[in-house]
């Protein structure tokens, strides 16, 4: 029953009832796996974003804190809204959520216990910490006044409770992953062979002790998971049953600045002040947080009905840059966009990547000629008025220890590549102005793209054009863009890649952490270009290694590995993004830096009664 | 009265295959649905082998049939599965939306007889009048406009531009249910997709009633009656009127299905929780136990709404009843 005409359809009818929808927007939800939100940079930029002549705006001129510098009211009241096109799921607890989009009510009543700096590795914060010489015991120690809200103190227990949760063979989130099984003793809890896992052990109160099996850098990014769940408060609920349990969704208890006052399942939740939050006395007597629908963000925002929201559609900014109640602050998202070529499949057995030396896509040259061949940085002129712009590297900007600027990548030059598919033996041979490939045979090579935004479809076309004009023929797959879902179906999210599929556009939101080895590891099933090659190991490894604790040493591997794949061209990346965050110009003390600093989320306040109109 | 039971026992006999049919469709078509209800999840952060175990265990992994089995049992134990997007039974999920549902179709329905009524008979009784004109004028343009940019257009107005009603929701955040403050707020936050449809839903109504009474006008027991020198309004009132109500009394079932179709577009519109929106989304993220029991649920009602229809049918008019 799999890909019969009917699927398509079906899938057709469905995306006209979709699509006849308000413009529903897809935004990639990106994981935000670490505490993200709080924090500023005291250094202050111009009040908007500097336009230039043609409309063009750099990300770079946004300020990342807010500019109001008054004090903030004594008992302000605030309106936070949270753009998504559906409800709330409402499943409140840092172990069992899984959209983004019910981390942004989380993140105001509970935290992390650790503090995240501008590389996104872990610093003190709610808990202190030792790392042991060999790197593989990590101990804890939670400050005194960190407390629950219901005043019992947040203790070690609690921490280790919450990897006791995520471990267990009934839990049903998506947490459990190889930083879970990384943990001595964690697979052994997992499948009920123990019932303690040995790796943690509660020295007291306030100190817990992890030992890890293989420790990587990657740990201290954001691979020890940071959060505790108030024992006290749940564990007379099974594990299987917590998620629908009332204490989850609808009362709540967590450790952050304010605390759930009353829920609308679906649609906010009203929370209060904490008093006895350990950071200092939070800002805001009482904050709301709600549901916005993409299609009207921007009226909300103009008419003062949300102060805030926690993602905005760069697309919508142009149109939107003059409006007066707001400012604009904006930061380099953690996110690029590439484009992908398909070099082999995905072995099941295995779990790995089968390169196949005889693909259409193997020739470097073909691949490297396709990146010369498109200007991205038009297209992010053009179609993102500078808010994305040509990408050089697979590791984001926003990582900013981690980013090689000065890797020479190429970039827009159509000359170059024709002479690169002369050289390879690209040749026009019948003289209609397509090449044919090496052995004179037609060379159509299918390009599979996503659907959704306004200009998905144009910048699908953009692409086409560009390859067609050093003689390439390109199609898009059956003719169409396709939806998210059958989009990673076919690329390859269950391993079956679509044979049909030879290019295709994709985007990923990296984490915290910069280890591309989920991307792009041999063993990693994400790897859709199926791209493997024994350098890439070694270097993906040696980022990982035991040395990389070293950051000196971290930089200098990952910059070889960006030039690699520079060089070898599995996938190219195109764009980086940004975020735009708007906020009211009655806020005070909020960024939209991603590390956790000054001003935090406690700090946030208002300036004036009501939202500025 | 036995031959009305009978009537409807054997329509209710003639509905379980229906349905059962229906639930296999529903369910092989929301199977054949590209991507499953973790694809949605996928990234970098997220460890393939950990949604592979949970595809497992969810059974996601298991020939459509065995699931289809599984899914046709639990449901005859009255449970409907658990959403995988939020976590919580289907039954528990689906009641809490069905609640807000309910409301707004009822206020719907109720705002449709309150205009729909007065504007058929008014075009009825004086047609091609200027007046008839403009009523019919309005039903062709209802006709025409598709909902979901009628009730955009609402909202910009009414709900932005004049900001007399709210934009989106159920209720005021922080409201305590039970309160008089909270019902007026549910009143109010549904009143504006509630007439947003009934703007476009009274249009077949109204041209309904209105040809039903120009019909009638004409019958012979009309002509009778003025030839007995009965009153205009009493001709109306008593003869034409009871006539022409008839159908539109049985039309009313078919309004029920009308509005379930027509709250999938107002509730996302409204970012209002509902059935219509939850459906919507369900198939968007592959929910498939919820998408499979709304389907189910919308097929049920679309099938009793016909079902009440014939039978208001078969009371107010004997000759349909069947022996």
Excluded at chain 1, 583 to 597: F, L
Excluded at chain 2, 25 to 53: H, Q, Y
């Amino acid at each position: 029953m799999r890909k019969t005409n009917w699927t398509k359809l079906f899938l057709a009818m469905m995306l006209a009832l979709v699509l006849a929808l308000a413009a529903c927007s897809k935004d990639s939800g990106g994981s935000k796996e670490k505490a993200d939100g709080g924090d500023s940079n005291k250094g202050k930029t111009e009040q908007k974003g500097g336009e230039s002549e043609e409309g063009i705006y750099s990300i770079e001129d946004f300020p990342l804190v807010t500019s109001n510098n008054a004090e903030p009211l004594e008992d302000g009241e605030l309106t936070y809204g949270v753009v998504t096109d559906s409800p709330f799921q409402g499943t409140l607890n840092t172990a069992l959520y899984s959209g983004a989009v019910d981390w942004e009510t989380i993140k105001w009543f509970d935290e992390a216990l650790l503090d995240a700096d501008a590389d996104f590795n872990y610093k003190e914060g709610a808990a202190s910490f030792e790392v042991s010489d060999d790197k593989k015991t990590y101990t804890f120690k939670i400050k005194d006044n960190v407390n629950w809200q219901d005043g019992k103190p947040v203790t070690a227990e609690d921490w280790a409770y919450s990897f006791y949760v995520i471990g267990h063979k009934d839990y049903t989130g998506v947490r459990y992953d190889d930083s879970f099984r990384n943990i001595k003793g964690m697979e052994e809890y997992h499948t009920g062979k123990s019932d303690k896992i040995s790796g943690l052990e509660v020295v007291d109160d306030k100190t817990l002790k992890m030992t890890f099996m293989d420790p990587t850098p990657s740990l201290l990014a954001g691979g020890i998971w940071p959060y505790a769940i108030p024992k006290h408060y749940l564990e007379d609920i099974p594990v299987k049953d917590l998620a629908k349990s009332e204490k989850v969704r609808k009362k709540p208890l967590g450790m952050g600045p304010y605390k759930v006052e009353s829920i609308v399942p679906g649609e906010s939740v009203v929370l209060t002040r904490n008093e006895d939050y350990w950071r200092g006395k939070p800002a805001l007597a009482k904050l709301t947080v709600k549901r916005v629908d993409p299609s009207v963000v921007v009226k909300e925002l103009e008419q003062g009905k949300v102060d805030m929201v926690d993602s905005f559609p760069t697309d919508q900014y142009p149109d939107n840059a003059d409006m007066k109640n707001v400012e604009f602050l904006g930061n380099i998202d953690m996110a690029y966009t590439y484009i992908g070529f398909k070099l082999g499949t995905w072995d099941k057995k295995k779990g790995e990547v089968k390169p196949n030396p005889d693909c259409k896509m193997c020739d470097k040259n073909l691949r490297k000629a396709m990146w010369y061949a498109v200007d991205n940085d038009a297209v992010g002129k053009k179609f993102y008025h500078g808010l994305r712009w040509s990408a050089n590297t697979l590791i984001d900007p926003a990582h900013k220890s981690w980013y090689a600027e000065d890797v020479e990548a190429p970039t827009y030059d159509p000359e170059k590549a024709k002479q690169l598919l002369e050289e390879a033996g690209f040749k026009d041979t019948d003289g209609d102005g397509i090449r044919e490939d090496k052995d004179g045979k037609p060379l159509t090579i299918t390009f599979a793209s996503m659907s959704g935004g306004d200009t998905a479809e144009p910048i699908a076309k953009y692409y086409i054009q560009a390859w067609k004009q050093v003689g390439l023929n390109v199609e898009l797959l059956d003719g169409k863009l396709h939806d998210i879902n059958s989009f990673y179906e076919r690329v390859g999210e269950e391993g079956n890649d679509d044979p049909k599929i030879d290019i295709y556009q994709g985007a990923w939101s990296t984490g915290t952490d910069v280890d591309p080895s989920g991307l792009y590891g041999r063993n990693a099933l994400f790897n859709f270009s199926r791209y493997a090659s024994e350098e890439n190991d070694k270097l993906l490894e040696d980022g990982l290694s035991l040395e990389a604790f070293d950051t000196a040493y971290r930089q200098k591997v990952y910059k070889e590995w960006q030039q690699l794949m520079v060089d070898e061209v599995p996938v190219f990346p195109t764009v980086f993004r940004s975020i735009v965050v708007p906020v009211n110009k009655r806020v005070v003390n909020y960024s939209a830096e991603w590390e956790d600093k000054e001003p935090f989320l406690y700090q946030l306040g208002v300036s004036e009664k009501e939202p500025v109109k | 009265m036995n031959g009305m039971w009978k009537f409807t026992v054997r329509r209710i006999l003639i509905m379980i295959p229906q349905v059962v049919l229906l639930s296999i469709l529903v369910f092989i078509m929301a199977k054949m649905m590209p991507g499953d209800a973790l694809s949605g999840l996928m990234d970098p952060n997220l460890d393939p082998a950990t949604l592979e175990e949970l595809r497992e265990k969810l059974g996601l992994n298991d020939p459509w049939y065995t699931q289809y089995i599984h899914w046709i049992g639990d449901l005859f134990h009255g449970d409907m599965g658990e959403s995988f997007r939020y976590k919580m039974p289907v039954s528990e999920l689906i009641g809490q939306r069905m609640v807000n549902t309910f409301w707004l179709s009822l206020v719907t329905l109720i705002l449709i007889y309150l205009i729909s009524v007065p504007l058929g008979i008014i075009s009825g009784r004086y047609n091609d009048s200027l007046l008839d004109q403009a009523i019919t004028g309005y039903t062709y343009i209802g006709f025409a406009t598709p909902l979901f940019i009628f009730a955009l257009v609402l909202l910009w107005i009414f709900g932005f531009q004049f900001g007399w009603f709210p934009t989106g929701g159920s209720v005021t955040p922080g409201s305590t249910p039970g309160t008089l403050d909270y019902i007026s707020s549910k009143l109010y936050h549904l009143l504006l997709p509630a007439i947003s449809m009934a703007l476009i839903g009274t249009v077949g109504t109204v041209q309904y009633l209105r040809n039903e009474i120009i019909d009638t006008k004409q019958k012979d027991f009309i002509l009778t009656a003025r030839a007995k020198g009965a009153s205009e309004s009493r001709v109306y009132n008593r003869h034409v009127l009871r006539n022409s109500l008839l159908p539109i009394a049985a039309f009313f079932g078919y309004e029920i299905t009308g509005l379930i179709s027509g709250t999938v577009f107002v509730e996302s519109i409204y970012t209002y929780p509902g059935m219509g929106q939850l459906f919507l989304e369900s198939i968007t993220t592959r929910d498939y136990s919820v998408a499979t029991a709304l389907t189910l649920l919308f097929g049920i009602a679309a099938i009793l709404g016909t079902l009440i229809s014939d039978i208001i049918l078969s009371l107010v008019d004997p000759r349909i009843r069947i022996k």
